[in-house]
């Protein structure tokens, strides 16, 4: 098979999976190197196709179903876990975080946590690599973008934010 070829599959594959797929995962079905995946998805992209990198993989973006809400939070990185654990627990999805950078400006990252299951694999990575998040950029403030299925949802996010002592005022 060709460079060409594989990206098609890769394509068609990101287009058919309802769940994010990780390049290591493209790799070892394509009998490449992860590198080469994370290449032929760079040139997707530069071809028009919006993919989205999330800690779990590449996805599609999908269009919300529901009600999204964003939530001003302020914590240590140590609070991370029990602030998103809050936000799934009310049967919502953690979309992204977003910092407000001297620099860059906006930085977003995008997160898809849906579940405690994918909360406890994201901070376990963090853990794994070593990585900060981004809102130690902005001594703990941040945005999360949370998508809900209605707004007694959003609501009920809040509030457990809010009891938590997350929320920036």
Request: with cysteine; aromatic share 4%; charged share 20%.
């Amino acid at each position: 098979m060709d460079a060409q070829q594989r990206r098609q599959i890769i394509a068609r594959r990101l287009a058919a999976s309802p769940a994010p797929l990780s390049a290591a995962a493209l790799a070892k079905e394509l009998a490449v190197s992860r590198q080469i995946i994370v290449g032929d998805v760079a040139l997707l992209r530069a071809g028009g196709m919006d993919i989205t990198a999330t800690p779990r993989g590449y996805l599609l973006p999908q269009p919300p179903m529901g009600t999204a809400a964003t939530f001003a939070c302020r914590h240590r990185a140590d609070q991370m876990e029990a602030e998103l654990n809050a936000v799934v627990d009310q049967g919502c999805t953690v979309l992204d975080v977003i910092v407000e950078h001297p620099i860059y400006g906006q930085l977003t990252g995008p997160l898809r946590l849906s579940s405690r299951y994918e909360v406890a694999q994201f901070i376990q990575r963090c853990r794994q690599e070593s990585a900060a998040p981004l809102s130690q950029l902005t001594e703990g403030v941040h945005l999360h973008t949370v998508l809900c299925p209605d707004q007694e949802a959003a609501g009920r996010v809040r509030a457990a934010l809010d009891a938590l002592g997350l929320l920036y005022q």
